[in-house]
């Protein structure tokens, strides 16, 4: 039983990871009903940026900041000389845009900043917590439990945002309604460069936990396609579908991880490991099948 | 003056409904079927045949299935690559499992089981839709590639998946020469290409059509949508796994699953959008400039870096590679959303007017 519960909490911790990358494709979509495919090589990009500037000699707060900026210009020129040409494209264009932009990424940030595999040193530490793996035997990570802590408050800084500022107020306007949000006066065009400036820090915040955890590498733009099950799980357009979904996500993946193989392997013989890359999916494609929307998505009403 | 259609009148139906209903498109079909069938076989060397020719016709095939389902039907999909993976498999099986079986009747085979795998990740279509539906094929991808690598059975046991195929018997012939290879693959995807072409101004076509242009009036003028959805799943797999079994048999002779990755999935989807959305030549247009960009691309970069005295490491050109992919599907999908076809179809309005457009 210590064992599974062991998986659980890791499971869970790892799921608060897939909701922080989850969270960026949110506050896009939310904001300007684009699909970003491309939030995984943002991710990537943030985090090669960090480790690129660092390595030039500056420490730690000056490459997140200096990350930040180059994010956020990123994302207004995304924004800029994409994004505003695509206008009353169908959503489906737009779509394909930002695959586009991912392998623009893709090919861009390791030519600025090197291709190399790197550690990212944070000064948090990847090893179990003495404490409770002396009383109940459990292997829990100092860096999971930081790494969950950051992203409740990510979240909770989010929510405030949105909540309670003039900024926020505005951009819930946009999500909610473009035309009537231009009709009232919000710029729209100034709304979506600073959703791409948020969705930006959202990508380095992950973008630094990810790197941290596993190196800085090209595999971190892979962390979009951990993020889409946990997407469309938790409905497109909440953030706290994001972070449910992600919890959902991060534990059955892992459990199934531990836990299916064996049956498979009395059943058909040979080795059946590696489900967590398609697990996620399958279960939130039957969870689809149940409800379309997601567990906190908004109905869709179709109208001729 | 050339291409000018003037002169020329329908007197019957059938001549008013034909394929290509202008007579320099038929000659202009004729003259490019002769140099395909009869003058490049004489012309090309080995290595056009090997590494450019076979792979622009699979690829083209697969774009054209993915055409179908993502132009005419409009159903998003990213596992384009997947289903090709179901084909190449289920050629081998089916050679290797059925005795005497005919190649063609085993590609014939591969395509139907692809068709049947389609229907299966094609029946969230009918709940979802859109980027939903998108992720959700997103599952076919994976699901498919990890089952063809962890059941031993579907690879006859070979270590890691790895099948190298059978021998190409056609009529108690061994087909091995890249030329005999290049000229099997033509002929299915030019019956096959005639057949999209046909499909999509079909009752099945149109239909397609009204479910992309917004399904819910498609259903209510009648069109029931699951049929419809499902079978344009099924027809797509369908080219794609035909597609998938002529790349293992014909083009690299031995493929395993993790070759048929979201990657490739990607290349296809590319090669529509650039090609041309909704368009039976832009498939064709499209696998053939996406094959011909890295080509391109490892020829002149290191020329433009010699020029300007750079050094280009094989690192930094496959990095620009992929920025100059990027780069490209933003700007077509800006520029020209209707893709390379669409340009072909600027030029031929133009050619009408050719020399005196006033």
Redesign the interface.
Do not use: C
């Given at each position: 039983m210590n064992f599974f519960f062991e998986v659980l909490i890791g499971g869970l911790l790892s799921g608060v990871m897939y909701a922080l990358v989850a969270l960026g494709f949110v506050l896009i979509y939310k904001a300007s009903g684009v699909?970003n495919f491309a939030q995984g090589a943002m991710v990537y990009l943030a985090a090669l940026s960090v480790v690129g500037v660092m390595e030039w000699g500056a420490p730690l707060w000056l490459a997140v900041i200096l990350a930040f900026t180059i994010m956020t210009l990123f994302g207004i020129a995304t924004e800029k000389f994409?994004l505003r040409?695509?206008v009353n494209?169908p959503?489906?264009?737009l779509?394909?845009?930002t695959?586009?932009?991912?392998?623009?990424?893709?090919?861009?940030a390791?030519?600025v900043f090197g291709?190399e595999p790197r550690a990212l040193e944070l000064g948090i530490v990847d090893e179990p917590i003495p404490w409770i793996l002396d009383n109940w035997n459990m292997v829990i990570s100092k860096f999971d439990l930081v790494a969950a802590g950051v992203a409740s408050l990510l979240v909770a800084t989010l929510a405030l945002f949105f909540q309670y500022t003039r900024i926020g107020r505005a951009l819930r306007a946009v999500a909610d309604d473009h035309q009537a949000a231009l009709s009232i006066g919000i710029p729209l065009q100034n709304i979506w460069a600073i959703v791409w400036g948020v969705a930006g820090f959202v990508a380095l915040v992950a973008g630094m936990m990810w790197g941290a955890r596993n190196g800085v590498q090209f595999a971190l733009t892979f962390t979009a396609?951990k993020a889409?099950?946990v997407?469309?799980l938790g409905g497109?357009t909440s953030v706290p579908g994001a972070i449910v979904g992600g919890l959902i996500i991060g534990a059955s993946e892992k459990l199934a991880e531990i836990y299916i193989p064996p049956v498979m392997q009395d059943l058909?013989?040979?080795?059946?490991g590696?489900?967590e890359?398609?697990f996620p999916?399958?279960l939130?494609?039957l969870f689809?099948?149940v409800r379309?929307e997601?567990l906190f998505g908004e109905r869709h009403i179709?109208?001729? | 003056m050339l291409y000018r259609e003037a002169g020329q009148f329908k007197t019957s139906y059938a001549a008013d409904q034909q394929l290509f209903p202008i007579r320099q498109d038929r000659i202009g079909l004729i003259v490019l079927l002769a140099i395909a069938f009869l003058g490049v076989p004489l012309l090309a060397s080995e290595y056009w045949f090997s590494a450019i020719l076979i792979p622009f016709l699979i690829f083209a095939l697969a774009a054209l299935g993915l055409n179908i389902l993502t132009g005419y039907a409009g159903q998003?999909s990213l596992g384009s690559a997947a289903f090709m993976a179901v084909g190449a498999y289920a050629a081998y099986n089916f050679q290797l499992r059925v005795e005497g079986i005919p190649i063609l009747v085993s590609f014939i085979c591969a395509g139907l089981t692809a068709a049947g795998v389609g229907i299966l990740f094609g029946l969230?279509s009918l709940?979802?839709k859109?980027?939903?539906l998108?992720?959700?094929t997103?599952?076919a991808q994976?699901?498919i590639v990890?089952c063809l690598?962890?059941?031993?059975w579907l690879s006859n046991n070979s270590s890691s998946g790895v099948i190298s195929t059978q021998k190409l018997m056609l009529f108690g012939h061994e087909l091995n020469t890249p030329v005999e290879k290049y000229l099997l693959v033509l002929s299915i995807v030019v019956f096959m290409a005639l057949g999209a072409k046909n499909m999509v101004r079909s009752t099945t076509g149109r239909a397609w059509m009204a479910v992309r242009d917004?399904?819910?009036?498609a259903s209510?003028i009648g069109i029931r949508l699951m049929p419809t959805k499902l079978l344009a799943f099924a027809v797509s797999s369908f080219y794609c796994g035909v597609a998938g079994a002529l790349y293992a048999f014909c083009y690299l002779g031995s493929v395993e699953p993790d070759g048929f990755s979201?990657e490739m999935s990607?290349k296809i989807?590319f090669m529509i959008?650039i090609g041309g959305v909704g368009s039976i030549m832009g498939s064709f247009l499209g696998a053939a400039f996406i094959l011909l960009l890295p080509i391109f691309l490892d020829i002149a970069l290191p020329f433009f870096a010699g020029l300007f005295g750079l050094p280009f490491s094989s690192?930094?050109v496959s990095?620009?590679?992929?920025?100059?992919?990027?780069?490209?599907?933003?700007f077509f999908?800006?520029v020209e959303?209707h893709g390379l076809a669409r340009l072909w179809q600027i030029a031929k309005e133009k050619l009408r007017l050719w020399p005196f457009p006033h």
């Open positions: 699909f994409v040409k695509l494209q959503p489906i264009a779509f394909m845009a695959i586009g932009l991912a392998f623009f990424i893709e090919g861009l390791p030519m291709s396609l889409l099950p997407l469309i497109f058909f013989g040979g080795n059946f590696g489900i890359g398609w999916y399958v939130a494609l689809l099948l379309p997601g179709d109208r001729v | 998003l969230p709940r979802i859109g980027f939903y998108a992720v959700a997103l599952a994976f699901f990890w690598t962890k059941f031993p917004m399904d819910v009036a209510v979201l990607f989807l959008i690192a930094t990095h620009i590679q992929i920025l100059v992919f990027g780069a490209l599907i933003m999908l800006i959303p």
